[in-house]
């Protein structure tokens, strides 16, 4: 993977929660004994972006001579018994959420950043989501708490789109079978979705969030894709169309996310799919890459 080390051991894993075990002597943000769940990014603290509070952006990504992190990525992650996390990186846990859940949530942090950047605000809104993995889960109940008045899911696996409709979609399609931009259109008269987020980065969903969107409309990157794709942008330019980025889950989102699950304006439970011990952790990557027993999310407990 870029920017991971070229050489040597390297521990995987980038959402994770435990208990604080020991604090350096500056700290006193937390002490031991803290629930706490970990963020992924830290960026420079002194770079133009990271200044501006774009540490996601960071522009020394990758370089840790100059202070960058990002755990599981280009610093050790959390597959361990310990780790060593910068205090910019935690968050306490609530009381009443567990660890389990705490660390699926740190998956809603992307999307709520995206979310922050395209307005953070949608109510009496149209919001199609592309792409019912865990990320698109979440963001069809962050949406919905932020007002949405009708969510559209569309992907190609039934199950997951029945989940989607438990979670609050209003309507879901199966985009290996229909058209899942006729079926926006013909929800929205004609008119198309306000806000369209891909969280699938298929080869053709690009092209598909731009001839969902309205007039005026917005769309909303959060996945990532595998390659180049083509998309009609000069349809998106001739509607006065946006198109937002993220990058992680910058801006605290993960405290907000935190907060919401508290509340319970969103839920993780539904998507721990499968729990496995640490010494079980080939079975557990096996069981996530080979989508036995069509896994969304898959814990590991130390």
Do not use: W
Not at 18 to 34: I, M, S
Not at 239 to 253: A, K
């Amino acid at each position: 993977m870029p920017q991971m080390p070229r050489y040597g051991e390297f521990i995987f894993g980038d959402e994770y929660a435990g208990d604080v075990v020991a604090t350096g002597r500056t700290v006193d943000e937390f002490r031991v004994g803290d629930r706490v769940v970990v963020e992924a990014h830290m960026g420079c603290r002194r770079c133009e972006n990271c200044i501006r509070g774009l540490y996601t952006a960071c522009l020394n990504y990758g370089n840790t001579k100059r202070g960058h992190r990002a755990n599981g990525f280009t610093t050790n992650g959390g597959l361990a018994e310990y780790a060593v996390n910068h205090v910019n990186t935690l968050y306490r846990i609530p009381d009443g959420v567990s660890y389990e859940e705490a660390t699926v949530v740190m998956t809603s942090g992307s999307p709520l950043f995206g979310l922050e950047n395209a307005g953070g605000y949608f109510a009496g809104e149209t919001v199609a989501v592309v792409g019912p993995g865990p990320v698109g889960l979440m963001a069809i109940q962050l949406v919905k708490a932020l007002g949405a008045t009708r969510v559209v899911l569309a992907g190609t696996r039934d199950s997951r789109l029945t989940m989607g409709r438990k979670l609050g979609a209003d309507v879901i399609v199966n985009s290996g079978q229909t058209d899942p931009v006729a079926v926006v259109m013909e929800t929205t008269d004609g008119k198309g979705a306000d806000l369209v987020i891909d969280c699938a980065g298929g080869d053709d969903t690009f092209d598909q969030c731009i001839k969902m969107a309205k007039n005026g409309g917005k769309i909303l990157l959060v996945a990532f894709y595998h390659g180049p794709v083509t998309a009609d942008v000069s349809h998106a330019v001739r509607r006065n169309v946006t198109i937002y980025t993220e990058r992680g889950e910058g801006g605290t989102s993960v405290g907000r996310a935190l907060a919401l699950l508290a509340a319970g304006r969103i839920t993780a439970k539904p998507l721990i799919t499968h729990q496995f011990p640490l010494s079980r952790v080939h079975e557990a990557f096996d069981v996530l890459e080979k989508r036995i027993g069509d896994p969304l999310k898959v814990v590991l407990q130390s």
